[in-house]
């Protein structure tokens, strides 16, 4: 029985691929299985997807592999699209500034292209 997808998952631009390639394998494939968890689960538990509190309406896709810990922000748009933006490995307790307000400012400038767009 195949899984029915309950959010489609969207790369805003290359920022998410960009970082996908540079990854190792291992964390490639947990990254997958985290999407697959995000698309096919109804509540998905914030060890993988969370809220930034310090943000509007900004989220982080969760990834730890052994004592490396991953992280991709994205938002919602259209109620079921998750859009991703740009991914970094963390490397302190504190979410970086620099990372969190390039995702506000991609995320201004997605909808500003689909505002134009019309």
Known sequence: MSE???RDIFYYENYYLDFFEE???EVKKK????FQ???TIDKVPEKYFKHMTNSTGIYEVRVEVGSDIYRVFSFFDKGNLI????????KTQKTPES???LAEKLKKQYFNEQRDSK
């Not at 990254?31 to 985290?34: A, S, Y």
């Not at 859009?83 to 490995?89: A, C, D, I």
């Open 83 to 90: 859009v991703l933006l740009n991914g970094f490995k963390k």
């Open 31 to 34: 990254f997958n299985w985290t």
């Open 37 to 39: 968890l995000i698309a």
């Open 99 to 101: 990372e969190l307000d």
């Open 23 to 25: 990854l190792k394998p």
């Open 4 to 6: 029915k997808f309950i």
